[in-house]
């Protein structure tokens, strides 16, 4: 007996409540039209006449509260996705100085002038191979024609460059270019043998 009512306190206490008040409604309710239940419970004509109301009450409270109470069984909403980090890209550094013009590559239009403010000679200089550890390159120097000329005049030459400055040797006319680079132009005196003189600009193509 004892476990029996064990077993029946268990099932009460993992039943929901409106439930349980559901079931007590109808079992009063029932009891309205019963005088024995079981063989052992004899209901009176009194009781009777409260049996009703009370499980007519029970059974609209517990409706009440099974309709209020939210399902268990329902899944939740989808959880709100978090957005993936976003990288931004970081660009690659600049180089500057003569290492802004003196890259593999690269060409440079270059004109020499005399001490009077005359053009003397204008061409390009193509940049073939950069070490970057010593600033040493190499390049081909090509010369417009001029005069009776009608092919320009191409040479290979070197030089080398350290942070704003740089050097460019012609070998076959004993010239020396010495000049310093700033943001857009590079700026210096061209020396020939017998010291003769002019300046110098180039610029990137």
Do not use: Y
Not at 74 to 95: L, M
Not at 112 to 127: A, E, F, Q, Y
């Amino acid at each position: 007996m004892a476990e029996s009512i064990g077993r029946i306190i268990d099932a009460l206490e993992d039943t929901p409540i409106p439930t349980i008040l559901i079931f007590a409604g109808l079992f009063f309710i029932l009891l309205t039209f019963v005088t024995k239940v079981g063989g052992f419970i004899e209901v009176q004509p009194a009781q009777q006449k409260w049996a009703a109301p009370i499980g007519i009450a029970l059974l609209v409270f517990g409706l009440i509260l099974a309709l209020n109470t939210p399902s268990e069984t329902s899944s939740p909403g989808p959880e709100p996705s978090t957005p993936a980090p976003t990288t931004t890209p970081v660009p690659a550094p600049q180089p500057i100085g003569c290492a802004a013009f003196f890259r593999e590559g690269s060409v440079l239009n270059w004109e020499t002038i005399d001490n009077s403010g005359t053009p003397v000679n204008k061409g390009t200089l193509n940049i073939k191979t950069v070490e970057p550890n010593t600033g040493e390159w190499k390049g081909e120097q090509i010369t417009e024609p001029k005069g009776s000329a009608t092919e320009p005049n191409k040479i290979s030459l070197a030089g080398r460059f350290e942070g704003t400055e740089m050097t460019l040797n012609n070998p076959d006319h004993f010239e020396i270019w010495s000049g310093t680079c700033g943001a857009s132009e590079i700026k210096g005196n061209l020396t020939q043998r017998q010291n003769r003189q002019f300046t110098f600009e180039m610029q990137k193509q």
